[in-house]
Nanobody, 120 residues
Framework: QVQLVESGGGLAQAGGSLRLSCAAS????????TRWYRQAPGKERERVAT???????NYAESVKGRFTISRDNAKNTAYLQMNSLKPEGTAVYYC??????????????WGQGTQVTVSS
């Protein structure tokens, strides 16, 4: 069993910064692609950023230049540094990871989400 736990959400002012963490634990052999998603009230969940096992990154147009995704493979942890936050960034942020377990089963896991609220 694998668990993903997000942390670091909270309240920030517009223009401010927050750093989210996604810690994976359990019977992990390797973590492949990790993604951050967000879901605002009344809206569909959208992908925010992606980082591959090799460190390649990709961002939604709405966050390019402001958000940075990274990962620490030794700690099985991914991060999302969010700068220049905007009120429209208010959402629940979810971590998603493609994980190969010790049993050599590969599947996608989701965290429980962390609330980010940006005030204007």
């Amino acid at each position: 069993q694998v668990q993903l736990v997000e942390s670091g959400g909270g309240l920030a002012q517009a223009g401010g910064s927050l750093r989210l963490s996604c810690a994976a634990s359990g019977s992990i052999f390797s973590i492949n692609t990790t993604r951050w998603y967000r879901q605002a009230p009344g809206k569909e969940r959208e992908r925010v950023a992606t980082v591959t096992s090799g460190g390649s990154t990709n961002y939604a147009e709405s966050v390019k230049g402001r958000f940075t995704i990274s990962r620490d493979n030794a700690k099985n942890t991914a991060y999302l540094q969010m700068n220049s936050l905007k009120p429209e960034g208010t959402a629940v942020y979810y971590c998603n990871a493609l994980v190969t377990t010790d049993a050599t089963i590969t599947r996608t896991y989701w965290g429980q989400g962390t609330q980010v609220t940006v005030s204007s």
